[in-house]
């Protein structure tokens, strides 16, 4: 998409970097097609975001948020259907893994929790970026979240530290939400979560009744 190559840069590397690895790999069903893929796209955006964290100041983060704007919420959506896919897609995996030698499917097991590792992280950084956007391009007199030391210009780090509270504790912790718009952003953040973590104490599980069982 044009769009995304424009606004998005590093997602949309990172998307093609993955379509082309999962097209290329030589591997024998499509969901392993599919899930290798997605983990070269996944990583390879969390790699470019925490270089950007890294150097990014509040004055690029205003400046990145303003360039992404457009069409941000599509963009946010599109990735979270994605994320929760390709749990389903390891489910497929793992079915198929219970028939595998015990080496290879001690390869499975590490693979699928790569991936939903990968898929966790993705989301609590994708949910940042656009908690940025929509503090910065708050037009309202008040500041659309409220750090509790007052900050005003805050950074990629803040944006973490509140997405992954989210993600984590299912609560904003000492961080005030001060518009509508923004709370229907973490109450949907808040039920992807609880999927995901859902998910992952359910892996776990069928992880452990494979390896002991």
């Known amino acids: 998409m044009p769009f995304l190559a424009r606004t998005h840069p590093r997602l949309s590397s990172a998307a093609v970097l993955g ?13 392993s097609k ?11 955006y969390l790699v470019l975001m925490l270089w950007l964290t890294i150097r990014a100041k509040a004055e690029d983060v205003k400046r990145i948020a303003e360039i992404e704007d457009e069409n941000a919420g599509l963009v946010l959506f599109m990735v979270c259907i994605a994320a929760i896919a390709s749990l389903a897609t390891i489910t497929f995996e793992l079915v198929g893994s219970k028939e595998l030698a ?6 499975h097991y590490a693979f699928t929790g790569v991936t939903v590792i990968g898929s966790w992280l ?3 950084v994708i949910f940042s970026v656009h908690y940025a956007r929509l503090y910065y391009t708050w037009s309202g007199k008040e500041p ?5 030391e ?14 992954f509270t989210i993600g984590v504790a299912v609560q904003t912790s000492d ?23 859902t998910a992952i104490l359910g892996f776990s599980i069928n992880i452990a009744a494979g390896l002991f069982g």
């Not at 659309?144 to 509790?148: C, M, T, Y």
């Open 150 to 163: 007052g900050l005003l210009t805050p950074n990629y780090w803040d944006f973490l530290y509140f997405s």
């Open 102 to 107: 015990t080496t290879e499917r001690l390869l």
């Open 19 to 31: 379509l082309a690895v999962g097209i290329l790999v030589p591997t024998e069903t499509l969901a």
């Open 144 to 148: 659309a979240l409220r750090f509790a």
């Open 34 to 44: 599919i899930l290798i893929g997605w983990n070269a796209g996944v990583w390879t």
């Open 175 to 197: 961080v005030g939400v001060a518009t509508r718009g923004l709370r229907k952003v973490v109450l949907g953040q808040s039920l992807i979560g609880f999927v995901f973590n």
């Open 122 to 124: 993705l989301i609590g």
